[in-house]
């Protein structure tokens, strides 16, 4: 067998275009999301690539600090427990601001929104700096799963963040390097005992990591899987005691 015909199934692999995001994805849960939306209100912001995006913003009366939310792989901001904590830690005196994070097709591997990092990141810090232009001045970033990873990119790719505190939900991975050497905020580490082998098998690195930052420690939920089914109560009251200042 020649090195040419060894080579070219690695050429071809190469020559594959990275998968595009899907901005018609978008749209169509934008199109599903906002008639539906009874707490809050749908906004949108842009980010720096000019682009729109979908939010969703509750405020609540006497707020003094705001919560960005950013939900998990292939979904929306109003999706799952990610639209229970919106409305439930509005309820808990915190304005949050829930948004969708860039998308790809629903058949795109997990490794493939690596590339979509960067435009996330722009993403949260457009959040940021739309409810610093609404009073707010003191926030917090909650992130969930993919939504965790892009967080962290948010933090590697900004000198300095626009968040006090951090509470990262569900990471299947380490925190990167970048992330354990500066240690920017303070980080709320929370997985359930239940939860996805990935955020398992990386915990006791979490761990160090979050009690390496001030004030910052590893919560595991007891019975809770990696959506927090039946233990959302013991979550919002984890993050709004985090949170409050």
Do not use: K
Not at 8 to 16: G, N
Not at 83 to 93: E, F, P, S
């Amino acid at each position: 067998m020649t090195l040419r015909v060894l080579l070219l199934p690695l050429l071809c692999a190469v020559a594959l275009p990275a998968p595009a995001q899907d901005f018609e994805r978008e749209a169509r849960w934008r199109d599903e999301v906002a008639p539906n939306v009874v707490v809050g209100d749908v906004v949108d912001l842009r980010a720096a690539d000019g682009r729109a995006f979908l939010g969703i913003y509750a405020a609540s009366p006497g707020a003094r600090t705001a919560l960005v939310i950013v939900h998990g792989i292939g979904v929306h901001p109003d999706h799952g427990a990610i639209g229970m904590l919106r409305m439930a830690l509005a309820d808990r005196g915190f304005a949050t601001l829930s948004i969708q994070m860039p998308v790809l097709a629903a058949s795109a591997p997990p490794e493939a929104y690596i590339q979509l990092f960067p435009l996330a990141a722009q993403r949260i810090s457009a959040a940021a700096a739309w409810l610093n232009e609404r009073g707010y001045s003191d926030s917090v970033l909650v992130s969930h799963s993919m939504g965790s990873r892009m967080a962290n990119a948010y933090f590697d790719g900004t000198a300095t963040p626009a968040f006090r505190r951090w509470v990262v939900l569900g990471l299947g991975n380490e925190y990167s390097h970048r992330f354990a050497a500066s240690r920017p905020v303070s980080v709320l580490d929370v997985q359930g005992d239940a939860d996805l082998p990935a955020v398992l098998q990386h915990a006791e690195a979490r761990r160090r990591v979050a009690e390496s930052t001030a004030g910052g420690r590893q919560l595991t939920i007891r019975g809770a899987d990696h959506f927090y089914a039946g233990r959302h109560a013991e979550l919002v009251a984890a993050i709004a005691s985090f949170a409050a200042r």
